[in-house]
């Protein structure tokens, strides 16, 4: 699976995909500037997590105009997978890559800890080796994490199986609803999810559940 991770002013998070890709593949990913109108031919775009601009402006809005995001939208458009974590879910958001928008956290206050998630959905390139229902922990580290759309997109991206992930009951770190940690595209190739896979690829890192995620895009799509 040929990869790359685009890389923003001020995020953080781009050297922890860059590390959990190469451990995963055995090939380091293409590290794309945000300022680059075009994307290598890959299978996988990643967009980090980590504070793009900062967060200055609305989480992700600044990242979202960057001229590397035509070419990934151009890229979900032709059906490549992307994968957008905490920052880069809200950048997808805000791209209208995926419906909705993150909000503050309802504690007003950053969270950063282990949080328990359930597999909700297997029928995607991201999950297809997790079991339904499979309760998984991946850390979080976010003050805008907050998951929220009208009644009618909800009711929309549950009835279609987009809902991936989800906090388990009791373990929402950040009011989301539904209690909604990652969602999938209309067209299933692009997912955003708040908590962070990518640490969770290595023992050191405290646990594994975040393997799974990788590998089941390896299947897929090499």
Known sequence: ???AVVVFPASNCDRDAQVA???MTGKDPHMVWHQDSELPEVDLVVLPGGFSYGDYLRCGAMAS????MRAVK???EKGGA???ICNGFQVLTESHLLPGAL???AGLKFVCRPVALEVDETQSAFTRKYEKGQRVSFPVAHGEGNYFA???TLDRLEGDGRVVFRYAEGDNP???SRNIAGILSEKRNVLGLMPHPERTVDPLLGGTDGRTLFESLIETLS
């Open 1 to 3: 699976m040929k990869s």
């Open 21 to 23: 890709l190469k451990q």
């Open 65 to 68: 105009q960057s001229a590397v």
């Open 74 to 76: 151009a890229h979900a």
């Open 82 to 84: 992307v994968l957008g």
């Open 103 to 105: 909000m503050r956290n």
């Open 150 to 152: 009208d009644e009618e």
């Open 174 to 176: 950040n009011g989301s």
